[in-house]
Nanobody, 117 residues
Framework: QVQLVESGGGLVQPGGSLRLSCASSRSIFSIYAMGWYRQSPGKQRELVAEFTSGDRTNYADSVKGRFTISRDNYKNTVYLQMTSLKPEDTAVYYC???????????WGQGTQVTVSS
Protein backbone atom coordinates (compact mmCIF):
# COMPACT_ATOMS: atom_id res chain seq x y z
CA GLN A 1 0.00 0.00 0.00
CA VAL A 2 1.31 3.41 -1.06
CA GLN A 3 -0.40 6.74 -0.51
CA LEU A 4 0.78 9.86 -2.33
CA VAL A 5 0.01 13.45 -1.34
CA GLU A 6 0.71 16.22 -3.85
CA SER A 7 1.00 19.95 -3.32
CA GLY A 8 2.36 23.09 -4.95
CA GLY A 9 0.08 23.71 -7.91
CA GLY A 10 -1.40 27.07 -8.74
CA LEU A 11 -1.90 29.87 -11.27
CA VAL A 12 1.18 31.54 -12.75
CA GLN A 13 1.97 33.81 -15.68
CA PRO A 14 3.97 32.56 -18.66
CA GLY A 15 7.65 32.51 -17.74
CA GLY A 16 6.89 31.92 -14.08
CA SER A 17 7.91 29.07 -11.80
CA LEU A 18 6.31 26.53 -9.50
CA ARG A 19 7.59 23.65 -7.40
CA LEU A 20 5.46 20.56 -6.91
CA SER A 21 5.92 18.16 -4.03
CA CYS A 22 4.79 14.56 -3.58
CA ALA A 23 5.07 12.85 -0.22
CA SER A 24 4.91 9.05 -0.08
CA SER A 25 3.53 7.11 2.86
CA ARG A 26 6.29 4.53 2.46
CA SER A 27 9.99 4.58 1.78
CA ILE A 28 10.86 5.54 -1.79
CA PHE A 29 14.32 3.98 -1.69
CA SER A 30 13.24 0.66 -3.25
CA ILE A 31 10.49 1.99 -5.54
CA TYR A 32 11.02 0.96 -9.16
CA ALA A 33 10.00 4.33 -10.55
CA MET A 34 8.67 7.58 -9.14
CA GLY A 35 7.81 10.81 -10.87
CA TRP A 36 5.25 13.08 -12.46
CA TYR A 37 2.64 12.80 -15.19
CA ARG A 38 0.21 15.43 -16.43
CA GLN A 39 -3.16 15.42 -18.14
CA SER A 40 -5.33 18.04 -19.81
CA PRO A 41 -9.07 17.55 -20.42
CA GLY A 42 -9.67 15.27 -23.38
CA LYS A 43 -6.02 14.26 -23.61
CA GLN A 44 -4.10 11.19 -22.52
CA ARG A 45 -1.99 11.32 -19.40
CA GLU A 46 1.67 11.82 -20.34
CA LEU A 47 4.99 11.41 -18.60
CA VAL A 48 6.67 14.63 -17.51
CA ALA A 49 9.67 13.45 -15.49
CA GLU A 50 10.60 10.44 -13.40
CA PHE A 51 13.29 8.56 -11.54
CA THR A 52 13.77 4.96 -12.66
CA SER A 53 15.87 2.03 -11.50
CA GLY A 54 19.53 2.82 -11.15
CA ASP A 55 18.61 6.37 -10.07
CA ARG A 56 18.26 7.43 -13.68
CA THR A 57 15.95 10.22 -14.82
CA ASN A 58 13.65 10.61 -17.81
CA TYR A 59 12.12 13.85 -19.07
CA ALA A 60 9.56 14.62 -21.71
CA ASP A 61 11.19 16.43 -24.62
CA SER A 62 8.82 19.35 -24.12
CA VAL A 63 10.14 20.08 -20.60
CA LYS A 64 13.85 19.34 -20.93
CA GLY A 65 15.90 22.30 -19.74
CA ARG A 66 12.92 23.84 -17.95
CA PHE A 67 11.81 21.23 -15.39
CA THR A 68 13.98 19.44 -12.84
CA ILE A 69 13.00 16.39 -10.79
CA SER A 70 14.62 15.78 -7.42
CA ARG A 71 13.98 13.73 -4.32
CA ASP A 72 14.68 13.48 -0.62
CA ASN A 73 14.84 9.83 0.37
CA TYR A 74 14.85 10.61 4.07
CA LYS A 75 11.62 12.62 3.74
CA ASN A 76 10.14 10.17 1.20
CA THR A 77 9.36 13.09 -1.06
CA VAL A 78 9.87 13.82 -4.74
CA TYR A 79 9.83 17.33 -6.21
CA LEU A 80 9.30 18.88 -9.61
CA GLN A 81 10.81 22.33 -10.08
CA MET A 82 9.14 23.99 -13.06
CA THR A 83 10.59 27.13 -14.62
CA SER A 84 9.93 29.12 -17.79
CA LEU A 85 6.37 27.87 -17.73
CA LYS A 86 4.32 28.01 -20.91
CA PRO A 87 0.55 27.99 -21.45
CA GLU A 88 0.86 24.49 -22.91
CA ASP A 89 2.13 23.31 -19.51
CA THR A 90 -1.38 23.84 -18.13
CA ALA A 91 -2.64 20.50 -16.82
CA VAL A 92 -3.37 18.45 -13.75
CA TYR A 93 -0.08 17.04 -12.54
CA TYR A 94 -0.10 13.60 -10.92
CA CYS A 95 2.51 11.98 -8.76
CA UNK A 96 3.18 8.36 -9.72
CA UNK A 97 5.06 5.41 -8.27
CA UNK A 98 5.66 1.97 -9.68
CA UNK A 99 6.52 -0.94 -7.41
CA UNK A 100 7.48 -4.55 -8.13
CA UNK A 101 4.29 -6.10 -6.73
CA UNK A 102 0.64 -5.80 -7.74
CA UNK A 103 -1.10 -3.43 -8.34
CA UNK A 104 2.28 -2.01 -9.47
CA UNK A 105 1.13 1.56 -10.11
CA UNK A 106 -0.07 4.15 -7.59
CA TRP A 107 -1.31 7.66 -8.30
CA GLY A 108 -1.84 10.82 -6.33
CA GLN A 109 -5.04 12.85 -6.64
CA GLY A 110 -3.39 15.50 -8.79
CA THR A 111 -2.63 19.19 -8.45
CA GLN A 112 -3.73 21.82 -10.96
CA VAL A 113 -1.13 23.94 -12.74
CA THR A 114 -2.48 26.80 -14.84
CA VAL A 115 -0.20 29.03 -16.90
CA SER A 116 -2.03 32.10 -18.20
CA SER A 117 -1.70 35.84 -18.57
Amino acid sequence: QVQLVESGGGLVQPGGSLRLSCASSRSIFSIYAMGWYRQSPGKQRELVAEFTSGDRTNYADSVKGRFTISRDNYKNTVYLQMTSLKPEDTAVYYCHVRVITAPYDYWGQGTQVTVSS
